[in-house]
């Protein structure tokens, strides 16, 4: 039943884009109604069968994206937004157009990584179905901490993932952050955990935010109760500006002798490097140190971010 509407949704979709019919005349040779018409074009829209661009000669996203592809060398997609809308409605804004971003790029057969975090859920909350077939959701890092097992916020994230592609999903049911190093590794021996690191060691796209220390907005993972006033007081002797799925680095880029990166239960940078695809989502100017130090670190094929952070990222001050 799904694929047959969803050929309907193709075939009105080609008759009203392509051919230029009025909903009238396609619902005559559909033998439908003008109602069903609008429906099946509103679900190849939300399928992505169709995807509608406009190109505004004003518009200074094409050279913000160009920008930031020549100095960061990455795949930019710059959201046009008003800088009069608040945080919230900017991280909507972007959510949505990640949504529709992201699910053109999921194939069959594929193993996607998830970090979790409030740009993801976000996201998630916006995607729209694609059919795949024996593709694995994988979750990045752990969500525990002192004061919950992050089960439920962690596993809302995967579960949409999951059910927009047909996807199976695989959580990882430890901390974000371990007390002592020495658990970690004993934990990453156990074959329950080795079988989630396996899946990571095999993923084809990882889809993930940037935690950054001084946004106005704080991250997740700095204010959900994940690190205590000791933890951040290494972070900041370490100069670190930012995280990706709990594993933090430096503005420069680098994250050696970090040493809550032995505690956390996050991808190694270099692993997450060899990643195929690697997109990250970020929304709110504030975010920049930390979105710099990523892109310097070379952690994102692609990047989804809004127009005033795009701004920011190249010291953009428009065209004359």
Known sequence: MATTRHADALRAAQMYYLQDLTMDAIARELRTSRSTVSRLLSTARNSGLVQIQIRNPMDTGPELE????????????????????????????????????????VDSKAIIGVAWGSTLSAVSRHLTRKITHDSVIVQLNGAGNMHTTGITYASDIMRRFGSAYGARVEQFPVPAFFDHAGTKTAMWNERSVQRVLELQSRMSMA?????????DFPSHVYSGGYLDENDLKILANSDVVGDVATVFFRGDGSSDGIVLNERSTGPALDQ????????????????????????????????????ATARRLVAFDGVS
């Open 207 to 215: 889809i993930f935010g940037v935690g950054s220390v001084d946004a």
């Open 272 to 307: 997450l490097r060899q990643v195929r695809r690697r997109i990250c989502v970020v929304s709110g100017a504030s975010k920049i140190n930390g979105l710099r130090g990523a892109l310097t670190a070379g952690l994102a094929t692609d990047l989804i971010l809004d127009e």
């Open 66 to 105: 160009g920008m930031i592809r020549k100095e960061f060398n990455v795949d930019a997609h710059v959201v046009p937004v008003l800088e009069t809308l608040n945080e919230a409605e900017t991280l909507d804004r972007v959510a949505r157009q990640a949504a529709r971003t992201i699910g053109p790029l």
